[in-house]
């Protein structure tokens, strides 16, 4: 039997959610279709998801279509959760992208379009609620053409749309023929070759279309209605036939990605793994991340649209895993996987709060509700202030606090409040700056010498560590000791902000070898330990990072806005506001589209200025793209969380109480 992975993609309430449920009764997995509206979906399990009618975790249900077993996994569609969506995406085989026929394609749409098609996945186009009024089909598959790509082919046309009666009728083979050889001979030299001398036969064009969808070179369109089921039967012919199934050999090493990770009731970590080489199973010893190691307690596969015992998880499947006390999400199992899945890339999270408990008393279990939680999401970072007992998480958008609060009371019992979201903003070196402390000189009360460099570095390259002393000229562990210390401390450089794109190199080293007297033991107080490389680190990084300078950057988002013409006059004053500096504008027919750059830090309140400004016709579409460098006075410094190597004096003191 062959095993198919499918995601649902689509823009919030376009109605992926809808569909899949309409799936799952047409296998026959549930014999009543739920509700995003009552909350009775299959796939949203969160009390959140279930009253906002949003999908925020990805779900996975099974179900059978003939002699294909599909594993359907249902994903997020507001972008404050795009993260989750790119997750999922690393695992599937084909996905299903759903449009509204009354919508048309949304700035969400074209985010998760162009991620399919950077990870070449196969893809259909559901074009759904046909049936509601202002339904289109025309005009859908232009906008579909222009704004995502036009590499499509509708598979049949709509009759009675925007009545309860929309039905969808697909095209024969005749119908298909013409726009079907103008789109594969594009990609088929050969098939272009036989269309030109007239023998290409309709089994030759439809194993051409089959083949040319599984290299996510073309993308049929299905229209239909989640609601009435209208079109549903024809999309999952297409689902069957055109999509590829996942391969994998079940003998082979084992290899596997970890693509979601929650607790279950007694708070047991659970793993959600796809399979892609060799067979897993239970009491099976894994390395995944780093060289930890973990062995396999349970697991369970899905079947028949929930989850089943079962002593082994195979290639091709998506398994839950029991006993990996120490996954994450992203972590490989057994061997790594080398696909074009390894450009999943996320942008970083570019907002950040303070989280505070209602009641005092739940600092201590607000703190441990985080931690969990940032397990299930690693994008989303914790940071712990020691001297104001605060915790601030960072965000992708707003919506993401709304999910944290109801979590942690729901799921927690802890009902917390949240200060003004800030933008997340880092610091890069200015120019190059040096520092040594000796063993045994004032002020130096560290048997260690540590000397630092510190140089810009290319843009995106993070911090690299090098030596300029012999690797030799002390024990390893003291070298790996300044190296972890030196990625710590720049985590809050001068203004507090995490300091990357730099080279740090070490040019001085020296350490006091271990003293030990007659009939006595080791000395540690004449004798150099990690602690004392340790110590010493953070205060050479500040030295050295003072001497250079750096500078701030603030987060920056390209934005595409479409608006109708005659509102421009009102929504540019407003851009010039809000800091946000358009690049280009192109105006077709009464619609305007602007595109360029805006300080995240300003999102926020031009999406809740655009409906009024555009008479609820403006569509904003935004994602991350570089850091700038801050305007003078508009970002202030970022609150210490460390023992501020800044002020030598506070610094020791913090180093000898934490002693």
């Not at 990870?119 to 009024?133: A, C, E, M, Q, S």
């Not at 004798?527 to 001497?547: C, H, I, K, Q």
């Amino acid at each position: 039997m062959h095993m198919l992975n499918l995601g649902i993609l689509a823009h919030v309430d376009a109605g992926k959610t809808s569909l899949t449920e309409r799936l799952l009764h047409a296998v026959g997995v549930i014999d009543e279709i739920g509700s995003v509206d009552d909350g009775s979906t299959q796939t949203d399990s969160l009390a959140l998801e279930r009253q906002r009618g949003i999908t925020i975790k990805s779900a996975v249900v099974s179900f059978a279509i003939d002699d294909v077993t599909v594993n359907l996994i249902d994903t997020p569609g507001h972008p404050d959760f795009i993260a989750e969506v790119e997750r999922v995406l690393s695992v599937l085989d084909g996905a299903v992208l759903v449009v509204s026929a009354v919508e048309g394609v949304q700035a969400q749409t074209r985010v998760l379009m162009r991620t399919l098609q950077r990870l070449r996945i196969p893809t259909l186009v559901f074009v759904n609620k046909i049936d509601r009024g202002g339904a289109q089909y025309e005009r859908v598959l232009e906008k579909i053409s222009a704004r995502l790509t036009p590499a499509i082919v509708p598979m049949g046309a709509v009759g009675e749309r925007g009545t309860r009666d929309a039905h969808f009728t697909p095209f024969d083979d005749a119908r298909l023929r013409a726009p079907l050889l103008d789109l594969l001979a594009e990609h088929d030299d050969e098939l272009l070759a036989a269309y030109v001398e007239g023998r290409v036969s309709d089994g030759r064009l439809r194993t051409a279309l089959g083949r040319q969808t599984g290299q996510a070179l073309v993308h049929p369109v299905y229209f239909g209605s989640a609601t009435t089921g209208a079109g549903i039967a024809e999309l999952m012919g297409g689902i069957k036939e055109l999509l590829p199934s996942g391969e994998g050999d079940a003998d082979g090493p084992v290899s596997g990605t970890v693509f979601k990770v929650e607790r279950g009731p007694a708070g047991e970590k659970i793993a959600y793994a796809r399979m892609f080489s060799g067979t897993l199973r239970t009491r099976d010893r894994l390395n995944f991340r780093d060289g930890e190691e973990g062995k396999v307690t349970a697991i369970s596969v899905f079947d028949g649209g929930s989850a089943v015992r079962e002593t082994s998880v195979a290639a091709g499947r998506i398994g839950k895993l029991w006993g990996l006390g120490d996954i994450r999400i992203g972590d490989p199992l057994g061997l790594p996987r080398k696909s074009s899945s390894d450009e999943l890339h996320f942008s970083p999270p570019t907002l950040e709060t303070i989280v505070t408990p209602c009641r005092p008393g739940d600092k201590g279990a607000l703190h441990l509700a985080l931690t969990q939680l940032a397990e299930q999401d690693p994008l989303i970072d914790l940071r712990q202030d020691e001297v104001r007992k605060e915790t601030s998480v960072s965000l992708y958008g707003e919506v993401q606090k709304e999910v944290i609060q109801a979590t942690l009371a729901d799921e927690f019992g802890i009902d917390v409040l949240f200060r003004e979201t800030t933008p997340l903003c880092i610091e890069r070196p200015a120019g190059t700056g040096r520092a040594v402390e000796f063993n045994g000189k004032d002020p130096n009360p560290f048997l260690a010498t540590v000397g630092l460099r510190i140089d810009p570095g290319p843009l995106d390259s993070g911090v690299e560590f090098r030596l300029e002393v012999e690797l030799g000229a002390m024990p390893y562990a003291f070298f790996k000791a300044v190296e972890d210390t030196v990625k710590e401390t720049l985590a809050q450089g001068i203004h507090g902000w995490q300091v990357t794109d730099c080279t740090v190199t070490m040019t001085h080293s020296g350490y006091s070898p271990r003293q030990s007297h007659a009939h006595q033991g080791f000395d540690k107080s004449m004798s150099s330990t990690g602690a004392d490389f340790r110590g010493l680190t953070p205060l050479v990084v500040m030295s050295a990072l003072r001497e250079a300078g750096t500078r701030v950057y603030e987060p920056m988002h390209r934005f595409r806005l479409e608006a109708p013409a005659d509102t421009l006059g009102a929504v540019l004053p407003v851009l010039a506001k809000q800091r946000a500096v358009p690049q280009s504008t192109q105006t077709h027919d009464a619609t305007s589209v602007l595109e360029g750059r805006v300080p995240v830090a300003q999102v926020h309140q031009l999406e809740q200025q655009l409906p009024g400004l555009t008479r609820g016709e403006g569509e904003l579409e935004c994602a991350f793209d570089h850091y700038a460098p801050v305007v003078r006075g508009t970002v202030e410094d970022r609150p210490r969380t460390d023992l501020n190597p800044l002020d030598r004096k506070e610094y020791l003191l913090n180093v000898t109480r934490r002693v």
